[in-house]
C-alpha cells in the first residue's frame, strides 16, 4: 500500500466515523472496527467515495484475536492508530460508592486495557513509520464530575498510559486528546432523557485532530478545543 493506513476504533458512528472521514480526505486508507457489523458496513460504504481504501473488520477491541486482525488488515504499513472506541459504563451513571464492580471492570477493560493492548500490536509498524498513535480521552479524566467516577478513572488511567508512552517511543507521536461534549450515543446516554441538541456535532472537532496529523505536532495531551480556529 502507498497510501497512508490509519487504524480507528468506533468508527461506525459519533466521533470515529467523523474522524474516518476527516483522515479520509486527507489521504488516508483507512482500517476501522465496531462491534454492530452491520452499522460499520454502512459506515464502511459512506466513507468509500472519498476514493481511499476502507477495510471493514467487526469485532469487539476487548477481544485478543480481533485486535490481531486489525493490525494484520494494514499489511506491513501503519501510520496512525487511533484508539476512540470505549464505553461509558453504567448508565445513569452511578456514584462510585454504587458503581457495579462488573461494570467497572468492563469500562476498564475497553477504555484501557484494550486501546493498550492495540498499541502494543501496532508499534513496530508505527515505529517503522515514524507514525503516531492518538488516543481518546475526556475531562472526565481530570475533572470531579459526580457519577463519572468509573469512566473518568478509566480515562485517567488511559491518559497516564499515553504519557509514559511518549516518554519511551521516542519514534512515534503519542497523542492523548479530549474531544470537549459532543452530540453522540455515548453522550445521550450520559444524560438520558434530556435534550442534548446544543452539543457540538463530532464533525466539528475533526479539523483539530486532522491539524495533530498533519503538523505532527509534539507529542502530549490536546483539547480539541484548544486546536481549533477561533471564531467570534
Ligand atoms: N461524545 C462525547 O461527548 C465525548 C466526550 C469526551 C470523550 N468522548 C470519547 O470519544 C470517543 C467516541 O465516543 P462517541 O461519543 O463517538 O461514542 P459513540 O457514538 O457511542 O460511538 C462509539 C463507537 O465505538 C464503537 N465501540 C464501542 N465499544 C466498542 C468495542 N468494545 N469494540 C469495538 N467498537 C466499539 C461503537 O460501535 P459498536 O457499539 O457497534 O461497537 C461506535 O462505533 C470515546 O472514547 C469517548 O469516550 C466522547
Redesign the pocket.
Known amino acids: 500500500m502507498n497510501n497512508p493506513t490509519a487504524l480507528i476504533?468506533?468508527?461506525?458512528?459519533?466521533?470515529?466515523?467523523?474522524l474516518a472521514a476527516g483522515l479520509a480526505r486527507e489521504g488516508f486508507d483507512l482500517i476501522i472496527?465496531?462491534?454492530?457489523?452491520a452499522?460499520?458496513d454502512a459506515?464502511a460504504g459512506a466513507l468509500r467515495p472519498a476514493g481511499r481504501l476502507v477495510t471493514a473488520i467487526?469485532?469487539?477491541?476487548?477481544?485478543p484475536m480481533?485486535r490481531s486482525a486489525l493490525v494484520d488488515a494494514a499489511g506491513g504499513r501503519l501510520d496512525l492508530l487511533v484508539?476512540?472506541?470505549?464505553?461509558?459504563g453504567a448508565s445513569p451513571l452511578p456514584a462510585l460508592a454504587d458503581y457495579p464492580v462488573a461494570e467497572l471492570r468492563a469500562a476498564f477493560?475497553?477504555?484501557v486495557i484494550?486501546p493498550i493492548a492495540l498499541t502494543q500490536l501496532a508499534l513496530p509498524l508505527l515505529r517503522a513509520s515514524g507514525g503516531a498513535v492518538l488516543n481518546?480521552?475526556?475531562?472526565?479524566a481530570v475533572e470531579a464530575y459526580a457519577g463519572w467516577g468509573g469512566?473518568g478513572a478509566a480515562?485517567a488511567a488511559l491518559e497516564q498510559a499515553s504519557n509514559v508512552l511518549a516518554a519511551e517511543e521516542l519514534a512515534v507521536r503519542v497523542w492523548w486528546a479530549?474531544?470537549?461534549?459532543?452530540?453522540?450515543?455515548?453522550?445521550?446516554?450520559?444524560f438520558p432523557g434530556e435534550d442534548i441538541s446544543d452539543?457540538p456535532s463530532?464533525a466539528s472537532v475533526v479539523p483539530a485532530f486532522v491539524r495533530l496529523v498533519t503538523e505532527r505536532l509534539p507529542s502530549g495531551r490536546y483539547r480539541a478545543s484548544h486546536l481549533l480556529p477561533v471564531t467570534s
Open positions: 476504533t468506533g468508527a461506525s458512528r459519533g466521533l470515529g466515523r467523523a472496527d465496531a462491534r454492530d457489523a452499522a460499520l459506515a467487526s469485532g469487539d477491541v476487548t477481544d480481533h484508539n476512540n472506541a470505549g464505553t461509558l477493560e475497553a477504555n484494550a481518546i480521552t475526556s475531562d472526565a469512566y480515562k479530549d474531544p470537549g461534549d459532543l452530540r453522540t450515543d455515548m453522550h445521550q446516554a450520559a452539543r463530532p
